[in-house]
T-cell receptor, first 116, second 118 residues
Framework: DVKVTQSSRYLVKRTGEKVFLECVQD?????MFWYRQDPGLGLRLIYFSYDVKMKEKGDIPEGYSVSREKKERFSLILESASTNQTSMYLCASTSGGFGVSKNIQYFGAGTRLSVL | AQKITQTQPGMFVQEKEAVTLDCTYDTSDPSYGLFWYKQPSSGEMIFLIY??????QNATEGRYSLNFQKARKSANLVISASQLGDSAMYFCAMSPSPYGGATNKLIFGTGTLLAVQP
């Protein structure tokens, strides 16, 4: 089974702190994604990566950056956390390529971040 | 731009009954894929079922079936014989390609919270 692990389930940080959210997948997947989930808004894509050191902006990249130094690890960085970044953050991965099974996104359990 | 609409914020269903969760989509592309995910209170998103825009038959996976009506741009999820464990948030999502590609991003709806009553 594919396993996507997010390092923290709950995180509480202060405004202005630098925050790292870590995501690791164990299936050698090419593509990794970071989403933000807010009530009434569904999931919104922040950034994604299709290869090591490669990244692309999603729909709401402002205030975030990412790092992918190794294939299995994709980090989301909040350079200076703000209260409006309080949210649930979900990481996902796919193997990529053609075929339905290669494009099913597998998700981690999420990190609930509170910025006070 | 592609868009997914789920108009039911929440629903109740009796155990053992069938339930339909609505999903409509908007796209001008002829090629796309439609997904349904389940999110229990634990938070993890679980893939349920998939339908490609070129698929002739409605997808089925166990108790889940996808009622795909292309002309109406709807992709409703039908859960037969509901169980208490089906209580969760359900999300409909769309990808720009039915069969994948370099990076197959998903666009999600706002979700429907399903509560199964004993």
């Amino acid at each position: 089974d594919v396993k996507v692990t997010q390092s923290s389930r709950y995180l509480v940080k202060r405004t202005g702190e630098k925050v790292f959210l870590e995501c690791v997948q164990d299936m050698d997947h090419e593509n990794m994604f970071w989403y933000r989930q807010d009530p009434g808004l569904g999931l919104r894509l922040i950034y994604f990566s299709y290869d090591v050191k490669m990244k692309e902006k999603g729909d709401i990249p402002e205030g975030y950056s990412v790092s992918r130094e190794k294939k299995e690890r994709f980090s989301l960085i909040l350079e200076s956390a703000s209260t409006n970044q309080t949210s649930m953050y979900l990481c996902a991965s796919t193997s990529g390529g053609f075929g339905v099974s290669k494009n099913i996104q597998y998700f981690g359990a999420g990190t609930r971040l509170s910025v006070l | 731009a592609q868009k997914i609409t789920q108009t039911q914020p929440g629903m109740f269903v009796q155990e053992k009954e069938a339930v339909t969760l609505d999903c409509t989509y908007d796209t001008s592309d002829p090629s796309y894929g439609l997904f349904w995910y389940k999110q229990p209170s634990s938070g993890e998103m679980i893939f349920l079922i998939y339908q490609g825009s070129y698929d002739q038959q409605n997808a089925t996976e166990g108790r889940y079936s996808l009622n795909f009506q292309k002309a109406r741009k709807s992709a409703n999820l039908v859960i037969s014989a509901s169980q208490l464990g089906d209580s969760a948030m359900y999300f409909c999502a769309m990808s720009p390609s039915p069969y994948g590609g370099a990076t197959n991003k998903l666009i999600f709806g706002t979700g429907t919270l399903l509560a199964v009553q004993p």
